[in-house]
């Protein structure tokens, strides 16, 4: 990042918590006489205001999940573990009639391992 980047991020950074009231005395006095020199960086604190009282507004306020999406998610959850357990018993079972077959048609060396 070049400096005039950083010194731009530094600014939008100690505006918003200029707005946030995060900042101490001397350095919202800074904050302040850049708002009163600059309208834009006073819009930007108008807006970074605006903002934190809509999400203040918004944290307020309950969450409630329609019951198609709750009903909809714990389907999901069921099929994929029914899958990731049809996956394992498919699995072992394969492995099972492979080692059956090997024993069957006699390829198995003396001591070696089974697949299991």
């Known amino acids: 990042m070049t400096p005039a980047d950083e010194r731009r991020w530094e600014l939008l950074e100690k505006i918003g918590a200029y707005a946030a009231g995060e900042l101490e005395d001397e350095e919202a006095r800074e904050v302040e006489q850049l708002i009163f020199e600059r309208p834009d960086y006073r819009r930007l604190a108008e807006s970074y205001s605006r ?26 959850a069921y099929v994929s573990a029914f899958l990731r357990g049809a996956e394992d018993f498919i699995g072992a079972l394969g492995l099972s009639y492979l080692d059956a077959l090997v024993v069957y048609l006699g390829l198995r060396q003396e001591g070696y391992k089974q697949f299991s």
Request: hydrophobic share 45%.
């Open 51 to 76: 903002m934190l009282v809509m999400l203040s507004t918004l944290g307020n306020e309950p969450v409630e999940a329609p019951e198609v999406t709750v009903g909809y998610a714990v389907r999901r």
